[in-house]
């Protein structure tokens, strides 16, 4: 059964950065494509960034520049490196992969990020 555990979340202000890790088990991240999502409050999750397993990368137009995905297949995590925060990134964060995102499965508890001065 796959578990994917997001941490790294907090409250920062405007300029400010935050790394958030995604810890996954009962999947070996390096053999499949692995996304960042964010659910703003009253809005739909969104896709931010994506890391397939060749190391290709894609990014929303929104965070493009200021986010970066990378993964660590020894340790079985993925990593979302946030710079240049603004309030509009206020959000819950999660990882999956697309293909368990398309059926809204393996979702796990997110982590919070707050951007406010």
């Known amino acids: 059964q796959v578990q994917l555990v997001e941490s790294g979340g907090g409250l920062v202000q405007p300029g400010g950065s935050l790394r958030l890790s995604c810890a996954a088990s009962?999947?070996?991240?390096?053999?499949?494509?692995m996304g960042w999502y964010r659910q703003a409050p009253g809005k739909q999750r969104a896709l931010v960034a994506t890391?397939?397993?060749?190391?290709?990368?894609y990014y929303a137009a929104s965070v493009k520049g200021r986010f970066t995905i990378s993964r660590d297949n020894a340790k079985n995590t993925v990593s979302l490196q946030m710079n240049s925060l603004q309030p509009e990134d206020t959000a819950v964060y999660y990882c999956?992969?697309?293909?368990?995102?398309?059926?809204?499965?393996?979702w796990g508890q997110g982590t919070q990020v707050t951007v406010s001065s």
């Open positions: 890391i397939s397993s060749g190391g290709s990368t």
């Open positions: 009962g999947i070996a991240l390096r053999s499949d494509t």
């Open positions: 999956n992969t697309p293909a368990y995102a398309l059926r809204n499965e393996a």
